[in-house]
């Protein structure tokens, strides 16, 4: 596995960029446990501690996480297998195999399997995950707070 250590002075965007590269290079030591749900989206914890943690995400055509943010943690993803299209209020990429997306603490975005294809993504968070605020798009492109989740919900 791949060492984690981190602390809150190097855990920017560009360490936990490179932390989700080197996840998604390594991914024959953990893609055995990807399951793929039809029901929703399925991930995993795959590794952490106090200062950054490791999710593990797969998804089939369809799955979306609607727009959403990360409770005051910066982060990074990177797509291991497949593509994902990350879409915010002002415009949408879409990321394949082997690219990732570092963003800030303050970053809103909905991540969506657009393709044909399941997609396995590695996401990389600092501070670890402690809270996710759920968003709604009006039609005039404002975000409105719907639910506020913990990590007891996930």
């Known amino acids: ?16 960029a490179e932390r989700a590269r080197l996840f998604a290079e390594t991914s024959d030591e953990w893609l055995h446990r990807v399951r793929l749900d039809p029901q929703g989206r399925w991930y995993e914890r795959l590794d952490g501690d ?12 369809g799955q979306s996480t609607g727009f ?8 990074a993803f990177a797509v291991v297998l497949g593509e994902l299209e990350e879409a915010t209020t002002r415009s949408a990429q879409i990321f394949d195999g082997g690219r990732v997306r570092p ?41 409105i ?8 919900d996930w």
Do not use: K
């Not at 399997?113 to 501070?127: G, K, M």
């Open 145 to 152: 707070v719907l639910q506020t989740e913990t990590a007891d």
């Open 50 to 61: 106090e200062d950054c943690e490791v999710w593990i995400i797969s998804w089939l055509p």
């Open 103 to 143: 963003f800030g603490r303050h970053h809103i975005h909905d991540v969506r399997n657009t393709s044909t294809a399941p997609a396995v993504s590695v996401h990389v968070y600092s501070p670890p995950l402690s809270t996710m605020n759920r968003y709604d798009l009006t039609p005039e492109g404002e975000l």
């Open 68 to 75: 959403h943010d990360h409770g005051g943690s910066a982060g």
């Open 1 to 16: 596995m791949v060492a984690m250590t981190l602390t809150s002075n190097d855990a920017g965007t560009t360490t936990l």
